[in-house]
């Protein structure tokens, strides 16, 4: 546990620094905490209770004890936080012989820990060295963190999960093994319909090609060569790997679709047929296609694109 800059002892200066907002009436959100971090602080009775985005962009706790100066015997380092299930020794700051404030950056690791004990508690406890425990109230902290999540997103800033803001859901595609279903020595997709899309060429090829060193006119010709292969051999390819290689260069940032379209194809139409000569498969041996009304009753029919 990195320990806490020797700036926080000044801690009671933030009193006069400007305030955001109060995610709680008794937590006070404020910019410019010890060495310019965010935090959000709670003042009870002789106690300051303080969360603070820490340099390392984890969380830190720190508690001030207010005209209280322990004394700290020799040897003694730390004292004790508690919050429901969750405890951790924090670092204590001394003057000679006594101290008011300890603190500490938490791992990563315990955030969560920290997170899931404020969902539930509603108080906490320092536990100085011999002496009684000292009660505070953590209502509002975790509604306070989020606060202090959200200022630090906002700010280009982090914080370890699960405090960071929740990205708003939305629905994926699940991404295709498209090496995985080359080896299969089927299509898993027979006789689904595809067709082949019309791409703009002129505007997907309309800037320069520094990666590839072309320029727009080569762009323009290879596409379009790649476009006229596409439409003679298209039924050729399986279902499943168009389906795949559709997907792929799907990508808007994409420019050379056709080409990207029929290297994908090649490369894994011949996947699949060296991958049926080696376990044997005709390609159709395990699913076989839809049968016509005029071949009902009858033998099935063969599979076509079998090599």
């Known amino acids: 546990m990195r320990l806490l800059p ?3 002892l000044a801690i009671g200066t933030l009193c006069a620094t400007s305030h955001a907002h109060a995610a709680d009436p008794d937590w ?15 003042h009870q009775g002789t106690l300051d209770i303080m969360f603070y985005r820490a340099t390392s962009g984890t969380v830190g706790i720190a508690i001030h004890q207010r005209h209280g100066r322990y004394r700290n015997p020799k040897g003694v380092e730390t004292a004790m936080v508690m919050i429901g299930k969750f405890t951790i020794a924090l670092q204590i700051f001394s003057t000679n012989q006594k101290w008011d404030t300890a603190g500490g950056d938490l791992n990563p690791d315990t955030v969560p820990d920290l997170v899931n004990a ?5 108080t ?12 505070f109230s ?15 997103t906002q700010h280009g800033e982090s914080l370890p999960p699960p405090l960071q803001p929740t990205p708003a859901p939305h629905a994926t595609t699940p991404v295709v093994d498209i090496e995985k279903l080359a080896h299969h020595p089927y299509d898993t997709q027979h006789g689904r319909r595809l ?4 791409y703009d060429i002129a505007a997907n090829c309309d800037r320069a090609h520094i990666e590839m060193q072309d320029t727009d006119g080569e ?10 292969a596409l439409t003679a051999h298209w039924t050729g390819y399986d279902s499943d790997l168009r389906a795949a290689c559709l997907s792929l260069v799907s990508d808007p940032g994409r420019l050379e679709k056709y080409q990207a379209l029929l290297m994908c194809l090649s490369r894994y139409q011949d996947d699949r047929r060296q991958w049926q000569l ?9 699913i076989m296609p839809a049968k016509n009304p005029a071949q009902q009753g009858g033998a099935p029919a063969a599979a076509t694109g079998s090599p």
């Not at 906490?124 to 009660?135: C, D, Q």
């Not at 067709?195 to 019309?198: A, E, R, S, V, Y």
């Open 118 to 122: 404020l969902k539930a508690a509603a």
């Open 6 to 8: 020797a700036a926080i």
């Open 28 to 42: 006070i959100f404020a910019n410019s905490g010890p060495a310019g971090q965010p935090m959000v602080m709670s």
């Open 138 to 152: 953590v209502k509002g902290a975790l509604a306070a963190l989020d606060d202090l999540a959200r200022y630090a």
């Open 278 to 286: 080696v376990s044997g498969s005709s390609g159709s041996d395990d």
């Open 124 to 135: 906490g406890a320092l536990i100085p060295f011999e002496h009684e425990p000292v009660p």
């Open 195 to 198: 067709t082949l899309p019309q």
């Open 219 to 228: 762009c323009v010709s290879a596409e379009q060569k790649s476009q006229a």
